[in-house]
């Protein structure tokens, strides 16, 4: 099974502030299988990032993804106020499906 | 626009068995992978379930292997999770979620709000 671990824990950070998010997995994703996602506090999880880079559609391009094998990374280029929440990165390369802990993204 | 609405919750004892459903609308349903993802409250996604568009294939999470079964009504547009042998670390907010492809071997496109399984006795 791959582990996901996320770094850091907690991101305090304020608007406008660029947030860069750690996503490290035990062995290497195969095909940069790899997604992220945002998650609030009362709702669903929404796809940001698939197949490492790709945006979802209808996000917006602060929003990146970056990274193979087994480092990660998630970039918000400019924070705004809807953007606090929590991330999680999760590897769809082979079963199980794993996610990491995530990352808590907080108003400093 | 994509909607999926999970339903069957509730508390039930260990040992006990439940049905969720999923009812999906807005995409195309039967050329869809499926999945069903868990969340225990304040931790953590799990992974539960998958099942490809045709039904034909399905994949399990090990800690429920052999007591949950996954499986889809294309004329219905739904997903369902029969969990028999409940256990008390499967309570959790269990979330339907559309595989972004025909396989499951993909990212999770849409989610559901999720329904609430408490197992307690």
């Known amino acids: 099974e791959i582990v996901l671990t996320q770094s850091p824990g907690t991101l305090s950070l304020s608007p406008g502030e660029r947030a860069t998010l750690s996503c490290r997995s035990s062995?290497?994703?195969?095909?940069?299988?790899l997604a992220w996602y945002q998650r609030k506090p009362g709702q669903a999880p929404r796809l940001l990032i698939y197949?490492?880079?790709n945006r979802a559609t209808g996000i917006p391009d602060r929003f990146s993804g970056s990274g193979s094998g087994t480092d990660f990374t998630l970039t918000i280029s400019r924070l705004e106020p809807e953007d606090f929440a929590v991330f999680f990165c999760q590897q769809y390369g082979s079963s199980p499906f794993t996610f990491g802990p995530g990352t808590k993204v907080d108003i400093k | 626009e994509v909607q999926l609405v999970e339903s069957g919750g509730g508390v039930v004892r260990p040992g006990g068995s439940l049905r969720l459903s999923c009812a999906a609308s807005g995409f195309n349903f039967d050329g869809s992978a499926m999945s069903w993802v868990r969340q225990v409250p304040g931790k953590g996604l799990e992974w539960v379930s998958s099942i490809n568009w045709n039904g034909g294939s399905t994949a399990y999470a090990d800690s429920v292997k052999g007591r949950f079964t996954i499986s889809r009504d294309d004329a219905q547009n739904s997903l369902y999770l029969q969990m028999n042998s409940l256990r008390g670390e499967d309570t959790a907010l269990y979330h339907c979620?559309?595989?972004?492809?025909?396989?499951?071997?993909?990212?999770?496109?849409?989610w559901g709000q999720g329904t609430l399984v408490t197992v307690s006795s």
């Open positions: 197949g490492a880079s």
């Open positions: 062995q290497s994703v195969a095909g940069r299988q």
């Open positions: 979620a559309r595989v972004g492809s025909s396989g499951y071997y993909s990212h999770f496109d849409s």
